[in-house]
């Protein structure tokens, strides 16, 4: 039709999730649906992906038995199922192994990561960390490889995090102990400088 744009992805809130799906069917891209908005990201480089597992790995040993540390799975905004982000990582109730569903309550999570890809802007940094403090997770840890440092985020409010630490690869993140206790960052990768 003349003076209309033709937008390949619905923008019906109720179809988000479809289309999710069908674009991560297509692309094998991991798609997000962030305040009602569709997220799309690259397939992660083997970098992200050894960061993701060397993380998991450091964490898992530390955590009460009533824990587990899981990649890839969603957390939906309280009372909104279109509404969801999937951190590369999420330590939550060990139970939800055994769960038919894929989205797991935010209220669960004791602990959120997300490792920034070597393309990510601020705003959208910005946005995410944003969406997790209003969904109400308790700890945000985001590993940035492009600069070698983290920020651990806790005291979620509204749409922010009252309480946030930063640190360098090197420095131990301060994680409570039934997480585990201070994370070792050292020996954590950085991304190649690109050309530019």
């Known amino acids: 039709m003349a003076g209309q744009a033709h937008h390949p992805i619905p923008v019906r809130r109720g179809r988000l999730r479809e289309a999710a799906e069908s674009i991560e069917q297509a692309?094998?891209?991991r798609v997000e649906i962030i305040g009602g908005t569709l997220v799309?990201?690259?397939?992660?480089s083997g970098k992200h992906a050894g960061i993701v597992i060397y993380l998991r790995d450091a964490i898992r040993p530390g955590l009460d038995a009533a824990q587990e540390a899981f990649e890839n799975v969603s957390v939906p905004m309280p009372d909104d199922p279109d509404d969801y982000s999937t951190p590369d990582l999420t330590v939550g109730?060990?139970?939800f192994k055994d769960a038919d569903d894929w989205l797991?309550?935010?209220?669960?999570?004791?602990?959120a990561v997300e490792v920034i890809s070597p393309n990510e802007r601020l705003k959208g940094i910005n946005e995410k960390t944003?969406?997790?403090a209003a969904a109400g997770v308790a700890r945000l840890l985001q590993?940035?490889?492009r600069t070698g440092t983290w920020s651990l985020f806790t005291r979620p409010s509204k749409d922010e995090y009252k309480g946030v630490v930063h640190g360098?690869?090197?420095?131990?993140?301060p994680l409570p102990g039934d997480l585990g206790g201070d994370l070792d960052t050292t020996g954590l990768p950085?991304?190649?400088l690109r050309a530019g």
Do not use: C, F, H, N
């Open 27 to 29: 692309t094998g891209m």
């Open 40 to 44: 799309m990201s690259p397939s992660p």
């Open 93 to 95: 109730p060990r139970t």
């Open 104 to 111: 797991l309550d935010a209220d669960a999570v004791e602990l």
């Open 130 to 132: 944003a969406w997790y």
């Open 143 to 145: 590993i940035d490889p």
């Open 168 to 173: 360098k690869y090197g420095e131990p993140v």
């Open 190 to 192: 950085q991304y190649a």
